[in-house]
Each structure stands twice: as structure tokens, then as C-alpha cells.
Antibody, heavy 119, light 107 residues
Framework: QVQLQQSGPGLVKPSGTLSLTCAVS?????????WSWVRQPPGKGLEWIGE???????NYKSSLKSRVTISVDKSKNLFSLKLTSVTAADAAVYYC????????????WGQGTVVTVSS | DIQMSQSPSSLSASVGDEVTLTCRAS??????LNWYQHKVGQAPRLLIS???TLQSDVPSRFSGSGFGTDFTLTISSLQLEDFATYYC?????????FGQGTKLEIK
């Protein structure tokens, strides 16, 4: 059973960089799945940020594309999120998730990380 | 981007009731529609994929239907553990988008 374990700081300074990691256990990151990040701002719904395939191919939400990088480390079986120039609008619960392609859905989720943006 | 709209935004119901939640896409998404249950402090849980495929660990009181732009999630005989927020999500194309959610509350 694949599990996702998130790690990373819960407090980021304004204009700083948010960095989170999602470790994959019980399976390989080189499977035929996509590895995604989704966030939920306080009081709002879920927002897809982007995803990566083990080959390095990535897709991002266009409004975040200039600030987001999702990367994969196959040797450590994990993937990461970096979001630069953060503002209060980036405060949210961040989730990593596995998107399987058959059927196409987010089947497995990390536990979530609450990220606060404050100096 | 494909916009997903859910109705109602909130719903009060009692244990044992049957409820139907609606999700509408701004353009056709064929059957690329998923439903998630989200409880406070927990990760979202996939209930239904491809509009009507129940996940193996989900009780049979949950069912989904729809095609094209209009979809429904029905919960028959509500149980206490079903009170949560429900999101629909389209996987037809990137950016993958979610509805704003329907909060199901105890009456």
C-alpha cells in the first residue's frame, strides 16, 4: 500500500520560498503515476498546483507557473515542491497526492502541511 | 480552465436521510469526474472515480452518476461519519479543477 509522508517547514517569511517534500513508501516513484501538489487556503476549496512524472515531465497551474517548481528524486523515492516569492495568499494546507491514470484520480494523499506566511 | 460548480454549497440532513449533491462542469468532461470526501484535519478521500466507479473501500450507500457536464453524488441512508465536505474534481484536462465543495451538516 503506497503511502505519502510530507515534511517541511510550516512557517515561511513573506517573499521567501516555500519548500515541501513528499516521501513515497510502499511503492516506486517510477511507477506509471503522476505526483501532484494540491493546496487548500483557509476557508476555501482545493486547488491543484501541479504535477510531475518520474521522467521529469511536469505540468503546472498557469497562474502559479512562474513561481513553482516540482522536482523528483528517484534515488530517494520522493518529490518536492518549491514556491518562490510567497505572500499571504499562499498560506494554505498543502497536500501531496498520487494521481493514477486508470482511473484518472487522486487516489492517495499525504497528511497535509499547514503553511503560514508571516515575518 | 474548466470551472466546476457544486450545489448546494451547504446542506443540513439527518442520519438515515438520502441526499443528492450536484456538480456541473463549464464544458464537457465526458466521464472524467471524481468525488472526494474531506473532513477537517484529514486528507481528502477518493470516493468515486470516472463519474460512477465506487472505490473498493467505500460503502455502497455512496453512488455517482452523470455524463458530459452534469453529475450527481447520492448518499443513501446517511451515517454519522458521512458528515463532511464533498468535492467534485475534473480530470479531463489540466489544470485539474475542483468544485467549491458541498458541506454536509447534521440537522
Amino acid at each position: 500500500q503506497v503511502q505519502l509522508q510530507q515534511s517541511g517547514p510550516g512557517l515561511v517569511k513573506p517573499s521567501g520560498t516555500l519548500s515541501l517534500t513528499c516521501a513515497v513508501s510502499g511503492g516506486s516513484i517510477s511507477s506509471s503515476d503522476w505526483w501532484s501538489w494540491v493546496r487548500q487556503p483557509p476557508g476555501k476549496g482545493l486547488e491543484w498546483i501541479g504535477e510531475i512524472y518520474h521522467s521529469g515531465i511536469s505540468n503546472y497551474k498557469s497562474s502559479l507557473k512562474s513561481r513553482v517548481t516540482i522536482s523528483v528524486d528517484k534515488s530517494k523515492n520522493l518529490f518536492s515542491l518549491k514556491l518562490t516569492s510567497v505572500t499571504a495568499a499562499d498560506a494554505a494546507v498543502y497536500y501531496c497526492a498520487r494521481r493514477s491514470i486508470a482511473p484518472d484520480a487522486f487516489h492517495i494523499w499525504g497528511q497535509g502541511t499547514v503553511v503560514t506566511v508571516s515575518s | 480552465d474548466i470551472q466546476m460548480s457544486q450545489s448546494p454549497s451547504s446542506l443540513s440532513a439527518s442520519v438515515g436521510d438520502e441526499v443528492t449533491l450536484t456538480c456541473r462542469a463549464s464544458q464537457t468532461i465526458i466521464s472524467y469526474l471524481n468525488w472526494y470526501q474531506h473532513k477537517v484535519g484529514q486528507a481528502p478521500r477518493l470516493l468515486i472515480s470516472a463519474a460512477s466507479t465506487l472505490q473498493s473501500d467505500v460503502p455502497s450507500r455512496f453512488s455517482g452518476s452523470g455524463f458530459g457536464t452534469d453529475f450527481t453524488l447520492t448518499i443513501s441512508s446517511l451515517q454519522l461519519e458521512d458528515f463532511a465536505t464533498y468535492y467534485c474534481q475534473q480530470s479531463y484536462t489540466t489544470p485539474y479543477t475542483f468544485g467549491q465543495g458541498t458541506k454536509l451538516e447534521i440537522k
